[in-house]
């Protein structure tokens, strides 16, 4: 394989994908792999089931790339008509490859049912193409060098569009073939930062010059409710991890506290690592967000190590019965106040005989709010309980956040979570201000009680 | 607006889509919103963050189509192009329209910060575009009709590559206008069935010769933890509509019970519209979905009306001492059996003093199986409390699911929140037979979707 691959355009067929009803998750998986590689990607086409389109879509890819990707177009019907293409633009014959019509026969066989025979198209393969069988369906792919205009031979590989038929046979025979074929003397390296608390602009400012344009690469990624900031380096195996380690000292000592992760980790598994590492129990007392947090915790696999359960306590009637809050506190305050979030917290923290509980009350929206409390309201409290007669503390903050009623869920869910880290590390809690849209002028003066004792 | 919109290309900038970090859902929302209009889409287009590669995509994009959407790059940072390439692919000037930099300003005034100068870039906008204001955020959109090479003048329409923000720009002032300039002549009506319990197989089998190709198209689409059925009819505004209420109408009868909304309405909506209807209350006792039926209730506004609360009762403690399940019940048949998760219902009613209580009680894995109770063993019960003395009821199943911890919490949810929906309807609950992966197994592997099985 003496030509290098450098450059990749990846191209899906299917009229669901332009018709809106299919995301083509194919192409986004498919890059990240390349990208691993150090490969460009240069494109990502989506086209209908129509072999002008196909075709026209496959010649534009060719002419930008050293390896084209298709996916899709690889079924039994009529409507299937990528190897035609593909033939087409190579100006090759379609063949049928015997020993993939015997592999389809048998697939039916053991599901018991009889070939359509639709199915035979399948096998009908490009001339000259190197065949790739297909591990989990009928549908081969294949791969093979295709002429362009301007005198050059990218490679084509097409594979079917089934996500998990499609993944198996990439990473079996063609991500190693395609590593033989790229540059051995240049990789990418990268690593991420997750952050939250801070806005993109202010984590901009924060690493203002860490990342000199002729060091590495800089990018910022913001997927609600966390910033991921990614630095990577290019250069030889050898150099680009070192450089990328001088730049990620960097870019982690300037971002402090605000980073929660590096590399992929949710909060909630760090959070359970924290609590694993300090041998400490939480449980969770929510209102607004209905059981998010709970829901979170126990997305990490092992959570009942350290996440003993917590209370639901949608209305006033629960909060009271179930975690002690005064009625008087719900009739002087309200239920979205920070004098009840730290009554849940305490009572959640007693009921579940947990050494950190954390609460939640608030206005999801969109109906519900108030001048006084608008929606985005909540309150979060965190409490914890000594095990041994030592001291306890109950503390509370007051976010005015925004955004529709799952952003809001989302936002407080992050918070909380984000506090139980912080506090398991030390840390101060998120102040209203750093993620509020107003200033807290407006606010109500913070009425809280920290490293006090449990009324 | 004299010249008709047939087809569309849609092109999406930004490296983390080329480079496999996000998926680019922007373009299937917009494809599926145009397909609503009758409009073709012809391409879907992804690039880097380049002028050269932003331009060539344009170029092709307005090749081939009536209308080019685009989203994406219109940030504050350098790396936001695809102005200054529309302007060049135009062949006109940016202007700074400075009712434009007043909104981005008040914008940073509302959240209480300083501007960065960056953010005056956003304010920079193609000579002759017609702008279109950022109800969310601060990059503003527009269009314009570009000079293509053959004679044409095709649209471009830019828009911020923010999910939300993009959405509401979308609906608010581009699906209106590119409405007028559709071909009133044709319009695709369609309906949406969101069906739970039956496999593709199945559904495919009820629906044989429900909808035939000359009366429309019937478009399957899984998106676990359930598949929505699509029927549409294309023809003029009169009749396009009443041809589908004949299709639709036939697809409902086949499909009864396994069918829990039509349009878009999740299973929680459902299931509150039916609480809501009955005047009756619910509440949770989750152990293995840790929250996330609460959570999901609570996504829907005024669930306060019905939902009481719940217990995540993650520890065997916790199910003994908030719910009452017997310890001997524990001893005998273990955290995971229906007798635990009939004890847990019983409880979560009597202490919420809910008129209906669900609960859950599995091993969402990956560890925790065992030979008798494999990772996806989920018991799930449902019980009634009389207010008046009247019957109570309590019915339980176990369930062999399958997948990955997230995968059994969602599809444990869903069973959950169907049960609800089944028994306020007088259905009998989801038999775990219909559920299990053993008749999966046999059945067909999916290889297209077209108009039959789903890839």
Redesign the interface.
């Known amino acids: 394989m003496s030509d290098r691959i450098r450059s990749a355009a990846l191209l899906a067929t ?1 009229d ?10 194919n ?9 691993g590689l150090g490969i ?9 089931d129509d072999v002008d ?1 196909i075709g ?2 496959w010649k ?1 890819s060719l002419a ?1 790339a050293d390896l084209v990707i298709s996916t ?1 177009g690889l ?3 009529s ?2 008509l990528t190897s035609e293409t593909v033939a087409r633009v190579a100006g090759v014959e379609l063949l049928r490859d015997d020993r993939q019509v015997g592999r389809i026969r048998e ?1 039916f066989e053991r ?3 009889p070939m359509p025979d639709n199915n035979l198209r399948q096998a009908m393969i490009p001339a000259g193409a190197e065949v790739i069988d297909n591990l ?4 081969p792919g294949y791969r093979l060098r295709i002429q362009a205009g301007d005198g050059r031979r990218p490679w084509g590989v097409v594979l ?3 996500p998990r038929e499609m993944k198996a046979m990439f990473e079996t025979a063609v991500l190693p073939w395609i590593a033989e074929c790229t540059d051995p003397g240049r990789v990418i390296a990268a690593t991420t930062f997750q952050t939250f608390g801070l ?1 993109e ?1 202010a984590l ?2 924060l690493l203002r010059g860490a990342v000199p344009a002729s060091e590495g690469r800089l ?1 910022f ?3 609600f409710p966390k910033i991921s900031v ?1 630095v990577s380096v290019t250069g030889t195996p050898q150099e680009a991890p070192r450089r990328l380690a001088t730049l990620a000292e960097a870019v982690r000592a300037r971002l402090g506290g605000a980073v929660y992760a590096e590399g992929d980790a949710s909060m909630e598994q760090v959070v359970g690592d924290l609590l694993t590492a300090a041998k400490k129990s939480l449980a ?1 007392a ?1 209102s ?8 979170r ?3 990490v ?4 190590v350290y ?9 006033n ?2 909060k009271q ?2 975690l002690g809050v005064d009625a008087q506190t719900l009739r002087m305050h309200g239920a979205v106040s920070e004098e009840t979030a730290r009554e849940m917290a305490i009572g959640a923290a007693r ?3 947990s050494d950190i509980a954390i609460a939640t009350t608030g206005i ?4 519900g709010g108030t001048a006084d409390k608008p929606v985005g309201t909540v309150a979060i409290a965190l409490a914890t309980r000594s095990r041994d007669g030592g001291d306890s503390l109950v503390d509370s903050r007051m976010y005015r956040f925004w955004g529709g ?2 952003w809001v ?1 989302t936002l407080t869910s992050q918070v909380a979570l984000d506090w139980v880290r912080r506090h398991l590390l030390g840390l101060a809690p998120l102040e209203p ?1 750093t993620l ?4 807290a002028a407006a606010g109500p003066a913070r009425n809280a009680q920290r490293g006090g004792e449990i009324s």
Chains 1, 2 share one sequence.
């Not at 996440?307 to 209305?315: D, F, K, P």
């Open positions: 299917g669901e994908i332009v018709g809106g009803r299919t995301v083509d998750t192409s986004s998986y498919l890059a990240d792999k390349l990208a460009e990607v240069v494109s990502i086409m989506a086209v209908s389109r026209a879509a534009i930008g899709g079924g039994p019907t409507d299937d697939i599901r018991g049912r989990d369906g009928t549908a079917p569009g089934v806005p602009s901009d400012e990018a990624r913001a997927s990614r969770t929510e607004c967000t209905g059981g998010l947090i709970g829901s915790l126990t997305d696999a092992g959570s009942s996440y003993r359960g917590g209370l639901v306590a949608y209305s009637d629960l019965r179930l009921v579940a005989a999801a929206g969109p109906t009623r799952e869920k201000e509020s849209p107003r200033r």
